[in-house]
């Protein structure tokens, strides 16, 4: 039976950071589905990306890839010969429960489950690099540098997926869009207090960038055009190309 969220459910006196620990990893599934607007259709789609973009003998990353979600949609798409996924993420809880996602499924595709941080990985041969929700976690004077490194190991016509939580320069529309979130997670099951005491635990843990950041920094690093393919509220993806 799936396990329900209830990470945040009581009242803490003291929130401490938000942590990829076994208390999330265990109901990761739910937390996901029910705090990311869009997660399903964004996950879902890494499937039609690689029925398209995985060409043959190259490699396609999942970087930061927890339970294996996006790993598992890009392998139901891979249809070259030669693809082998790899996945990634420096979480012993979510890899362990990764590595038994990928040995119970039965789609053909080679998939490499790593436990390591992503500023240390060698990114090489890649036809996709999916990055699903985690840069925002990744230091930020270090974001520069890694999406360096992944335009650098994507082969051309490769192709990056970067979903984000994202924030608006605009007060209004911040407000807007993070009031709107909040009913969002309310409406998906989520209390006052749990809505609150898990923002509170990712204050300084997940810092999200503006769109505009993103497109400058993907710009800077080569990617010949980056577009926006999906949004909804604070939440959105975008599709780089490297021609
Ligand atoms: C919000 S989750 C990603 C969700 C996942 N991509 C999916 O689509 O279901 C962020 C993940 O990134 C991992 N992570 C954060 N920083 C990392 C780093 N520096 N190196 C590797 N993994 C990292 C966390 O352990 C966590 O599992
Ligand atoms: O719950 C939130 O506020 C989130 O931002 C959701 C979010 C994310 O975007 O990565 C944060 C932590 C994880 O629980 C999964 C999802």
């Known amino acids: 039976m799936e396990k329900i969220d209830k990470v945040y459910a009581q009242y803490r006196e003291k929130v401490c950071g938000f942590k990829f620990d076994d208390a999330v ?5 739910d937390m996901i589905r029910r705090s990311v607007p869009g997660y399903a259709t964004v996950i879902g789609m890494a499937k039609v990306f690689a029925e398209h973009y995985a060409s043959e003998n190259t490699n396609c990353y999942d970087l930061g890839c927890s339970l294996g979600a996006t790993t598992l949609a890009m392998r139901q798409g891979i249809k070259k010969p030669g693809v082998k996924i790899i996945a990634v993420d420096n979480s012993h809880s979510m890899i362990e429960q990764c590595r038994k996602h990928v040995n119970s499924d039965v789609n053909e595709a080679a998939v490499d489950v790593i436990q390591a941080d992503i500023a240390d990985i060698c990114i090489e041969n890649a036809s996709i690099v999916a990055m699903n929700y985690t840069l925002q976690f990744f230091s930020p004077d270090r974001r520069k540098e890694l999406i ?6 994507l082969v051309p016509g490769g192709l990056l997926i970067l979903s984000e939580k994202i924030k608006f320069d605009d007060r209004q529309q911040n407000n807007f869009q993070i009031d709107m979130y909040h009913e969002f997670k309310r409406l998906n099951g989520y209390s006052s207090l749990e809505v609150s005491q898990k923002r509170k635990a990712l204050e300084n843990v997940l810092i999200p960038d503006t769109l505009e950041t993103h497109y400058s920094r993907l710009k800077d690093a080569g990617f010949s055009r ?8 604070n939440f959105a993806s975008l599709a780089a190309f490297k021609d």
């Open 25 to 29: 990893a265990s109901v990761f599934d």
């Open 148 to 153: 360096q490194r992944i335009y650098e190991g």
């Open 226 to 233: 980056s577009w926006l393919w999906f949004q909804c509220f």
